[in-house]
């Protein structure tokens, strides 16, 4: 593909996993620092629900959802070894739990960030988030229980998952509760938060510091 790419999002975010993915692909882009909810001059132009990321490709379409960004890239960039191929026999797997992150857990996060877009009463704000984190560890849970992780989830190359849930598991209830519930893939997500192609990217898009694990 000729020219770059532009990626809206904000340090901290799914957009993270997307950037090491190009990262990891070779290939060029530009950032855009946006956060969720910006303005109409912001992030809403791209994406009408006012979420991050956001990427257009080199040929001008625009993407949102960061599953969707993050099999496209790997489609795209077949080299990298960021997915399965069509007929690799962990195709299917991949696809499950890509949908699986993005459906059953990262999608908690709308509510969780602030649970006044659908509970008025304040007082129930703190009992909300405690239920959510409680499924969010149920779910890590399930995908703990029906994974057999190699070096990285699907076998022994790091991929477009492997990415998605380094970042998504850096988010509430955190990491050391994340651990607990889910081992294997804990130590699947060690190796990439150590994986010397991305300590640039960490560094500057989601740095680790004294407590991150658990604060």
Same mark, same amino acid.
């Given at each position: 593909?000729?020219?770059?790419?532009?990626?809206q999002?904000?340090p901290?975010?799914? /957009?993270v996993a &997307?950037? $090491? $993915?190009l990262r990891l692909?070779g290939a060029?882009?530009e950032?855009?620092?946006?956060?969720p909810?910006?303005?109409?001059?912001? &992030?809403?132009?791209n994406?009408?629900?006012?979420q991050?990321?956001?990427?257009t490709f080199?040929?001008?379409?625009t993407?949102?959802e960061?599953a969707?960004?993050?099999?496209?890239?790997?489609?795209l960039?077949?080299a990298a070894?960021?997915a399965?191929?069509?007929h !690799?026999a =962990?195709r299917?797997?991949?696809l499950? #739990?890509?949908s699986?992150v993005s459906?059953a857990i *990262?999608?908690?996060? #709308?509510l969780?960030?602030?649970p006044s877009r659908?509970?008025a009463?304040? =007082?129930l704000?703190v009992d909300v988030g405690?239920r959510?984190?409680?499924?969010?560890?149920?779910?890590? =849970?399930?995908?703990e229980?029906? =994974?057999?992780?190699?070096r990285?989830?699907l076998g022994? %190359?790091?991929? $477009?998952?492997d990415l998605y &849930?380094?970042? @998504?598991s850096?988010?509430r209830?955190?990491?050391?509760?994340f *651990? /607990? @519930?889910?081992?294997?893939?804990g130590?699947? &997500? %060690?190796? @990439? !938060?150590?994986?010397p192609?991305l300590?640039?990217?960490? /560094?500057e898009r *989601?740095?680790?510091f004294e407590?991150?694990d658990?604060l």
């Open positions: 593909m000729d020219g770059g790419y532009l990626l999002g904000a901290g975010t799914g /957009a &997307v950037e $090491a $993915a692909a060029a882009y950032l855009a620092d946006a956060r909810d910006d303005s109409a001059a912001g &992030v809403a132009p994406n009408p629900m006012r991050v990321p956001s990427l080199p040929d001008g379409e993407l949102t960061s969707a960004i993050l099999m496209r890239i790997a489609e960039h077949p070894g960021l399965p191929g069509v !690799d =962990t299917g797997q991949y499950r #739990w890509m699986f459906s *990262y999608a908690h996060f #709308w969780k960030d602030d659908l509970v009463d304040p =007082t704000h405690e959510i984190e409680a499924r969010i560890l149920d779910c890590w =849970t399930i995908m229980r029906q =994974t057999d992780p190699g990285y989830i022994d %190359r790091l991929g $477009a998952l &849930v380094a970042v @998504v850096r988010f209830p955190r990491r050391q509760r *651990y /607990a @519930v889910a081992p294997g893939l130590e699947v &997500v %060690r190796r @990439v !938060d150590a994986d192609r300590a640039t990217l960490w /560094a *989601y740095p680790f407590g991150w658990r």
